[in-house]
């Protein structure tokens, strides 16, 4: 998982990083990168998004064997 998180591309690595660990609104989130709250919460969603899938995969994965 943590390799996961590292190869993410940005901007959603960092998105996730500030709103999980740095407990940012997406107001400020947003006006970190220059762009409105809806893009923030979008792209965090997009984000958790990713990950949920990448779970998904590794529990087929797992499955699997």
């Known amino acids: 998982m943590h390799r996961f998180l590292h190869s993410m591309e940005e901007p959603y690595k960092e998105v996730l990083n500030l709103r999980v660990f740095g407990e940012l609104s997406f107001e400020k ?8 709250s809806g893009w923030a919460r ?4 997009r984000a958790k998004k990713q990950i949920i899938e990448y779970m998904e995969a590794m529990e087929n994965e797992t499955d699997q064997l």
């Open 29 to 36: 989130i947003g006006a970190i990168f220059g762009k409105s």
């Open 42 to 45: 979008v792209t965090y969603y």
